[in-house]
């Protein structure tokens, strides 16, 4: 019996290894570093099941209910961690790249558009889906959603990789702009001196020519 018990207790152990990485990821990319308190609520209600479940150990059908409520808790908390941590860090990514304009992305960072845009934009529409299909099979779809939104993390540190590349490149557009707004400055100031010599110095020769013309005329 205890044996038995003890393999029960033990299948609920990667859901709940999975569950802490989950609020510890929310927790690690939300700017503030702010604990989360509900899925930290619904974890403490699911060790008070296993505790109850332990104490009744040998009443196979009430630590079996104590045993499926904790473990629906813990999910409730995955969940709940997770929808947190896909906010923060689709909302992250999206703050870090608007920073840079769309010709930057496109030269340093093509696959932004083409391939981590989409599919932040995949991974938030599955959030809601993924609440209702737990409801059928609410372990498959837990993993299938950790495995999801985990994803993001990977998203993430392709994107500060991708960091100093694109300040290298934006910073060069910035610098080949203000040397051309430079160049055209300098011209334009040019220009104006030469505009404003011109007319003096054609009154200047028109003054001489016409003194020389007058001396010729009159000698």
Known sequence: MEENFYNKLKNLFPLYENVKKAIILAENFNENREMYIAPINQLRSALDHIFKSVK????????????KEAKEHMERAGYDALELLAGNLGTGVIKKLELYDTDTLTHVFPDYFTQIKPKITEIRQNVAERRMERKIDSEKSFFDYFNEITELVKINTSVDRRIPSLQEYSDKKIREKQEQQYEEQRKNRKEKL????????IGFFSAVLIAILTWLLTK
């Open 56 to 67: 009744i150990a040998t009443e196979s059908e009430s630590c079996d209910y104590e045993l």
């Open 194 to 201: 030469w505009n404003y010599l011109w007319g003096p110095l």
